[in-house]
């Protein structure tokens, strides 16, 4: 079965700095998602992706998925302590569907 | 616009005891409901979807159940609960199967 593997799990980085989560997957993504979670909080959405190469951003987030359609990366430019959280990615699980299967998360600190 | 509500926000009921959570969703019609799980150490995980009143496709075998009595409505229940059924619930709606779902705020359950 698919599965959706995030790197790193976890991260800290100071103020102002520039990080990149990525996600992995064992099969083609047929549509990626990512979204953030402050502990104890629902999911917020972030960007959706779903062809090959294609890129998006929102103010300072850039999400892109690469040509294979397998492998997703959020970069965060000029980090705030307000992007501190859990980023998920998440995938549909056998294309289309809207059965969603989300990698284990990657958490982040920003120091300020 | 489309809001979505889950009640309780926490819970604390012994093993054994039934369960019953809410989800509604306000602004729109004909929703894909989903419920999901987030468990310490398991990532998030779908339970249940619904494509409509009365439609529920399980996921994952457990000891739950799920029923839409209602377009906007999505009950989640157990007879009896286990210690294993602790977690984080988070109930989400789509327009469509592979549009974007868009995540309440969740229900912390913990089981003693």
């Known amino acids: 079965s698919q599965e959706l593997e995030q790197s790193p799990q976890s991260l800290i980085v100071q103020e102002g700095k520039n990080l990149t989560i990525n996600c992995t997957s064992s099969k083609t993504l047929y549509g990626l998602y990512w979204y953030k979670q402050k502990y104890g909080e629902g999911l917020i959405f972030l960007m959706m992706?779903?062809?090959?190469?294609e890129e998006k951003s929102h103010e300072k987030i850039t999400a892109k998925l690469d040509e294979k359609k397998q492998q997703s990366s959020l970069h965060i430019t000029a980090s705030q302590p307000s992007h501190a959280g859990i980023y998920l990615c998440g995938a549909d699980k056998s294309g289309n569907t809207g059965k969603l299967i989300f990698g284990q998360g990657t958490t982040l600190q920003v120091k300020p | 616009s489309q809001t979505i509500h889950q009640w309780p926000a926490t819970l604390v009921q012994p093993v054994g005891s039934p369960l019953s959570l809410e989800c509604t969703v306000e602004g729109t019609s004909n929703p894909n409901l989903y419920w999901y799980r987030q468990a310490a150490g398991r990532g998030l995980q779908l339970l249940f979807y619904?494509?409509?009143?009365?439609?529920i496709s399980s996921e994952v075998p457990q000891n739950l159940s799920a029923s839409r009595p209602q377009d906007r409505q999505f009950i989640l229940s157990s007879k009896k609960l286990l210690l294993s059924d602790s977690g984080f619930y988070l109930c989400?709606?789509?327009?469509?199967?592979?549009?974007?779902?868009?995540f309440g705020p969740g229900t912390r359950l913990t089981v003693l």
């Open positions: 619904s494509v409509g009143i009365g439609q």
């Open positions: 989400a709606w789509s327009v469509l199967g592979p549009d974007t779902q868009y």
């Open positions: 992706l779903q062809k090959g190469g």
